[in-house]
């Protein structure tokens, strides 16, 4: 692909001991997450390149146990994309609906993913979505974090929110994207294993590019990233190893 060439990406790469994708190992089978740390990130590198200085790259990836011990992967690799050159603008949290049960007696079921969004520059595409605002809401004081005189009246002033809707949260639940698990039943000939839903892609895809920009996936899966571009007017690319 040329230098430059795709407006978004959105993809799910393998996660760390997870499922054997491949026979004989490959990306996600790993003897520890240090190495697939690596590894994914170099499969990265060259989204770096691919990505135009408007666009953006959104990465779904999820964590690992390891004897008991959370590894905390999906920020190991987003700090190693940084080292590359990205820019993280957000740490989405993507809330599933009816998480995988845990048996575990001595912690939490795990019931989210996250959804990283990187860009090169900060000059980049984005159409804000906005949700609706109550009909309660009113003018208040400032947020707490904006700079002002604490014992100086003249300083507050009343913070109105915007008129239109208020600016989308980072934490993604059923009211926002309506979502499942992946299918966990691997005995249905030519099915991948591990699709996401539609749903977490929409909202990324709307965000980021207009229609007839290209958008890439170098972890095509099943192909539901360009079942989503083909229902909102986006060109798209994708890459995967094996054919379903």
């Keep these: 692909m040329k230098d430059g060439e795709i407006q978004t990406i959105f993809t799910s790469p393998p996660y760390w001991n997870k499922r054997t994708y491949l026979e004989g190992g ?11 740390v690596e590894n994914l990130s170099e499969h990265l590198k060259s989204c770096f390149r691919v990505l135009n200085h408007k666009g953006s790259f959104f990465l779904n990836i999820g964590d690992t146990f390891l004897d008991g011990d959370l590894q905390n992967i999906p920020h190991q690799v987003v700090m190693k994309l940084k080292e590359q050159g990205w820019i993280l603008r957000n740490t989405i949290i993507w809330s599933k609906t009816n998480p995988k049960p845990s048996s575990s007696k001595t912690n939490l079921t795990p019931s989210y993913e996250y959804i990283f969004h990187l860009v090169k520059c900060k000059d980049y595409l984005y159409n804000q979505t906005l949700t609706q605002l109550s009909n309660k809401s009113k003018p208040s004081l400032p947020p707490r974090h904006r700079n002002i005189e604490i014992n100086n009246s003249s300083s507050v ?3 109105f929110p915007n008129s239109n809707g208020k600016n989308m949260g980072d934490f993604w639940n059923e009211e926002i994207v309506r979502t499942s698990v992946a299918n966990q039943k691997l005995d249905i000939e030519g099915e991948h294993p591990a699709p ?7 909202l990324p895809i709307l965000q980021s590019s207009n229609e007839g920009d290209v958008v890439l996936d170098p972890f095509m899966g099943s192909g539901t990233t360009g079942i989503v571009c083909d229902e909102l007017n986006r ?10």
């Design 26 to 36: 490959g990306l996600g089978n790993e003897p520890n997450p240090y190495q697939y």
């Design 157 to 159: 002033s009343p913070y």
């Design 196 to 202: 996401f839903p539609k749903e977490i892609l929409i």
């Design 235 to 244: 060109k798209f690319v994708g890459y995967d190893l094996k054919e379903y």
